[in-house]
């Protein structure tokens, strides 16, 4: 039996059961506030495909309480998997403000990228993390998310790599283990860390 966030996996995404244009793209589409979770149902009744991604948060309410909540990893954004001329069809969706671009040009975002964050939910801790634009870069160059590039951080005695997607200002934290992490850069050629790489190349939060 599963728990934690791969239990959650298909309360995660929103997946219409239209075939797939392989023609589409996907692109991100803005919220309002709070309304990633209607949106994202709305686009399936419309049998749009669509991804949202959530992540598991812990919440402490004022009378002690705690319990989990299925919070997006995202705020006030869902993705659609569609050809641009379909835009009509996004925006007439209540709760949609926009689709991401520049003027009347839609932004789409990498397959490869989507189809790896939807792979690694429920496989790793992933959460929101403020978007970075300078720092050391690493390849992920094993599991589900390998090849994805990002900032690598550490937040007490773990490893994270802080992957940007940058259509939309937003970056997520992934745990890592350092075994599993390569230089994007001057040690792309080869397999492994030296040995000074996880003291050196790491930014404290």
């Known amino acids: 039996m599963q728990t934690g966030l791969a239990a959650r996996q ?47 948060a812990r919440h402490h309410w004022k009378n002690r309480c705690e319990m989990n909540l299925d919070l997006p990893l995202f705020p006030n954004y869902v993705f659609v998997h569609i050809h641009p001329r379909e835009r009509v069809r996004i925006l007439e969706v209540p709760g949609v403000l926009s689709l991401v671009g520049f003027g009347r040009t839609l932004a789409p975002l990498p397959d490869f990228e989507i189809e790896a964050l939807r792979s690694g939910l429920g496989q790793r801790r992933i959460e929101p993390h403020p978007y970075l634009v300078i720092g050391e870069r690493v390849r992920i160059k094993a599991g589900s998310m390998t090849g994805l590039e990002g900032v690598l951080v550490r937040k007490k005695s773990n490893f994270r790599v802080v992957l940007a997607l940058d259509a939309i200002l937003q970056s997520v934290a992934v745990e890592v283990d350092a075994d599993d992490l390569e230089p994007a850069s001057k040690y792309s050629g080869g397999g492994i860390l030296p040995p000074d790489f996880a003291a050196q190349s790491y930014r404290l939060l």
């Open 10 to 56: 298909p309360a995660a995404e929103k997946m219409a059961a239209a075939p797939r244009d392989l023609s589409a793209n996907w692109f991100a589409v803005y919220t309002n506030s709070h309304h990633e979770k209607r949106v994202a149902a709305r686009l399936a009744e419309r049998q749009i495909e669509s991804f949202l991604p959530l992540y598991i």
